[in-house]
């Protein structure tokens, strides 16, 4: 019966490296019905319904997913930080076209989170597909910041390429082409092959062949904080990257703006990301 934990695990693999066909052995295996009356059978449920999802097999997930949280509820284990079922629940009614139903979903997973800084930031990736385009970008933003603190690499990477899209949407695209860069590279990180499938490729940044002799000078200081920004970090992540005070790296981006004639950080040349020390 202890199988299922391992085999949970697996089935949450495959769905994020996308490797579907190599994965679905596992994923049809037939397990002990005694499992199912344990903690291993709902991390098998809960792997399996992941699996399905990332298939586009969303009614199948959907039935995992809930079986998952009923035994959950049933045994008194219902905690978002073991397993948030809900949210994944919520994507395959989102795939099903039940919008509202996965919206007050996702608003009860909010409601359990217990200050989890990684579960709000997963829901608020999984609220920002029910939300309208207007607002989507906002509810992102604070997804990533809420996972970059919370230091889940693959839902970082997962909220980051929903932002790009979101971006995209709106008609940001410089913005759009930063963060897919550092949405690609997590990916890479995590071998989540989905999320690198489903990212453009970068360009070669705005100065690409310009003559290097005639691009602006800046101080390494100011290039170090203009890199950070350009990749998509707030100031205050600067700030704490480079232990440098907030005040000090809105000083160094307003000499850094004057300098390369922007006016905001989306417009930062792409070619400072890869410039960061």
């Not at 989905?194 to 490729?201: G, H, I, M, N």
């Amino acid at each position: 019966m202890a199988v299922g934990g391992p085999l949970g695990s697996l089935l949450l693999a495959g769905a994020a490296m996308g490797r579907h066909e190599e994965f679905l052995p596992p994923a049809t295996r037939p397990v002990p019905e005694a499992m199912l009356e344990t903690r291993f059978g709902l991390q098998y449920l809960y792997g399996k319904g992941r699996f399905h999802l990332a298939a586009g097999q969303a009614r199948q997930a959907l039935r995992d997913l809930r079986l998952c949280g009923e035994l959950m509820g049933a045994w008194e284990l219902d905690s978002a930080e073991f397993i948030a079922w809900r949210l994944d629940a919520a994507q395959a009614l989102i795939a099903l076209g039940e919008t509202e139903e996965a919206r007050l979903l996702v608003e009860e997973q909010l409601a359990r989170s217990c200050g989890s800084r990684r579960v709000q930031g997963m829901a608020l990736r999984v609220l920002a597909a029910t939300a309208e385009k207007r607002h989507r970008v906002m509810l992102l933003r604070q997804s990533a910041e809420l996972l970059q603190d919370g230091g889940d690499k693959y839902e970082l990477a997962r909220s980051l390429t929903g932002l790009t899209e979101a971006y995209h949407e709106v008609g940001e695209f410089r913005r759009a082409a930063v963060l897919s860069r550092r949405a690609r590279a997590l990916a890479q990180e995590c071998q989540a092959g989905v999320l690198s499938r489903a990212l453009p490729d970068g360009g070669d940044g705005a100065w690409s062949g310009e003559d290097p002799a005639a691009r602006p000078v800046l101080s390494d200081a100011e290039r170090r904080v203009a890199a950070l920004a350009a990749d998509g970090y707030s100031n205050r992540e600067i700030a704490a990257k480079l232990f440098i005070t907030v005040s000090t790296v809105e000083q160094h981006l307003t000499r850094v703006y004057r300098k390369l004639s922007v006016t905001r950080r989306a417009d930062l040349p792409e070619s400072l990301t890869g410039e960061r020390r």
